[in-house]
């Protein structure tokens, strides 16, 4: 049996994952968890063998969500389910993390078999997605929207370095870069015109 954990934003009403899998009969849905700061914690205690992830937040933000479930559940594969309708729900152009990408919109036989097949340990991205994200020009970075998206939740140089594993300054030099390539006088004018352009929530 494939032990399948969702997450899910509190206060998100997508169609309900779940339906989708309960039917299918070598898939044991386990829970549904909230993304909050217990979540890689409490999802290493259930060790499952995929995770879905259906949320509204934009990639850039979950890309630390992601590191830190990865390193919980070492052995657990990631997909997340993302609308190319909307800004920042498009795979990054260039990344390595274990992160896989579906369309929201996937039918129930595509939600479970891309299931299988992580399980199985292939890799899946939808292929309109990675073609929508290459014809994309986002202005920043996948890495910029990242170190700006911590930022913007408050916290402080010393901590994102400490989230991304990153040196101080390469996070200090991050943020230089974003507000210049913004035109933005500083680091909240920089968030202010990111949230403006759709980048981030």
């Given at each position: 049996?494939?032990?399948?954990?969702?997450?899910?934003?509190?206060?998100?009403?997508?169609?309900?994952v779940?339906?989708?899998?309960?039917?299918?009969?070598?898939?044991?849905?386990?829970?549904?968890?909230?993304?909050?700061?217990?979540?890689?914690?409490?999802?290493?205690?259930?060790?499952?063998?995929?995770i879905?992830?259906?949320?509204?937040?934009?990639?850039?933000?979950?890309?630390?969500?992601?590191?830190?479930?990865?390193?919980?559940?070492?052995?657990?594969?990631?997909?997340?389910?993302?609308?190319?309708s909307?800004?920042?729900?498009?795979?990054?152009?260039?990344?390595?993390?274990?992160?896989?990408?579906?369309?929201?919109?996937?039918?129930?036989?595509s939600?479970?078999?891309s299931?299988r097949?992580?399980?199985?340990?292939?890799?899946?991205?939808?292929?309109?997605?990675?073609?929508?994200?290459?014809?994309?020009?986002?202005?920043?970075?996948?890495?910029?929207?990242?170190v700006?998206?911590?930022?913007?939740?408050?916290?402080?140089?010393?901590?994102?370095?400490?989230?991304?594993?990153?040196?101080?300054?390469?996070?200090?030099?991050?943020?230089?870069?974003?507000?210049?390539?913004?035109?933005?006088?500083?680091r909240?004018?920089?968030?202010?015109?990111?949230?403006?352009?759709?980048?981030?929530?």
């Amino acid at each position: 049996m494939i032990r399948v954990v969702v997450v899910r934003d509190e206060g998100y009403f997508g169609v309900p994952v779940r339906t989708f899998l309960e039917t299918e009969p070598d898939m044991h849905y386990v829970t549904t968890l909230p993304i909050n700061a217990e979540l890689a914690p409490r999802a290493a205690r259930l060790w499952p063998a995929v995770i879905v992830i259906d949320t509204e937040y934009m990639v850039s933000q979950l890309l630390p969500i992601a590191d830190e479930l990865h390193a919980a559940v070492p052995s657990c594969a990631m997909l997340l389910l993302c609308d190319p309708s909307k800004r920042g729900m498009l795979p990054p152009r260039r990344w390595n993390g274990g992160l896989n990408f579906l369309l929201k919109s996937a039918a129930a036989a595509s939600l479970a078999d891309s299931v299988r097949r992580l399980a199985a340990g292939e890799r899946v991205v939808s292929p309109m997605l990675q073609a929508a994200s290459l014809n994309t020009d986002r202005g920043l970075s996948t890495r910029e929207l990242e170190v700006l998206g911590l930022a913007a939740e408050g916290e402080s140089v010393k901590e994102i370095a400490g989230r991304l594993y990153l040196a101080g300054g390469t996070v200090r030099n991050y943020l230089s870069a974003v507000i210049a390539k913004t035109g933005a006088r500083n680091r909240l004018d920089a968030i202010r015109i990111a949230r403006k352009e759709g980048w981030l929530r």
